[in-house]
């Protein structure tokens, strides 16, 4: 049997046994430090010519790019990234200013969240690779999980989708583009070379949060004056672990699916509240516009399933790009459908998407 048989999902189960079950599964690693105090650890692999090219990347886009990654997956787990180490594998003939170039795109990327590089290693390989070990800190009742959704959740991305592929296939074939404004045409190829983490989305959550527990405090010094004193009080959960959360680097289909597995639950998603750039639909069509945003990938938002009401309130407080695209539900499966039911009912799976090691 090779990884190739069993695939990317197969073997990553695989290897999930030889770790505590409470520890994997999510989008980086959690480890109680102290009291009030968890420490998040997550670690990605970015390899020369699976993930970047220099056809499609220079240096400092491929060190961007990088950190952008593992920082997203800090966001996705409500933390606060405190550094990073670089691991880096390298031909022997690699050009030093390339790998300035990367740290200097890596450093770019870190510098607006006051993140240090605090070291790494290197190596000889015949294979350029770049692998990032990023640290976060949160508190405990503020991290975020793919197994908090509940039915009836509101299924939320923070921002459009698709454009990072957009981008892509401009780099890779630059005459497809010819027919978009130099304008739309930049920002989708910004999009693909420098995404941009969405810490900020931990940081409205926070202040969300803060709003909640304040109005839960008041309903509870109510309840706490009207019950008799030999009953006691439900606690009230905290905001953010009753919020499921990955982020979208895989694709928003796949982002969904995960959750939903995590979680136990299924979903449905609507056609038409899918965000994508604006651009895409006149450019590509429709069809292919929805599939870049479901399976494209790398877009580097954060997937949320949350009550309606502060789903609702995170999204005003997003603005342009945020939306509510679906519901979780009891019923098992994750479907693409529309609500003119003009287009049959789709169901989504992992197969669909990238995966490593999948069928060539």
Known sequence: MTVQAIGEQGLLKRLQSFCPVDLVGDDAAVLTTQ???SLVVTTDVLVDGVHFSNQTTSSEDAGWRAAAANLSDLAAMGATPLGLTVGLSLPGDTAVDWVEGLYRGLTACLSPYKTPIVGGDICRSPVLSVAITAFGEVEPNRIMRRSAARPGDAIVVTGVHGASKAGLEILLQPELGRSLNADDRAILIQAHQRPQ??????????????????????KGDVR???SPPSLPLTPYPSPLTRIASMDSSDGLADAVLQLCRAS????????SQIPFPPALTPWVGIEQALDWALYGGEDFELVLCLPLLKAQALVQQLGK?????????TAPGV????????????QLTLEQGFQHFGAV
Do not use: C, H
């Not at 136990?264 to 056609?271: D, F, H, I």
């Not at 790009?321 to 539900?329: D, L, M, S």
């Not at 479907?335 to 789709?346: A, F, M, R, S, Y």
């Open 321 to 329: 790009g945020a939306a509510i695209v679906g519901i979780t539900t």
């Open 197 to 218: 983490p969405r810490l900020d989305v931990v940081e409205l959550l926070g202040e969300l949060s803060q709003e909640t527990a304040i109005d839960q405090q008041r």
């Open 335 to 346: 479907w693409l459908v529309d609500k003119t039911q003009t287009v049959p009912e789709q």
């Open 264 to 271: 136990g639950v299924g979903a449905r998603l609507e056609r």
């Open 224 to 226: 706490k004056a009207q």
């Open 35 to 37: 009291p009030g105090r």
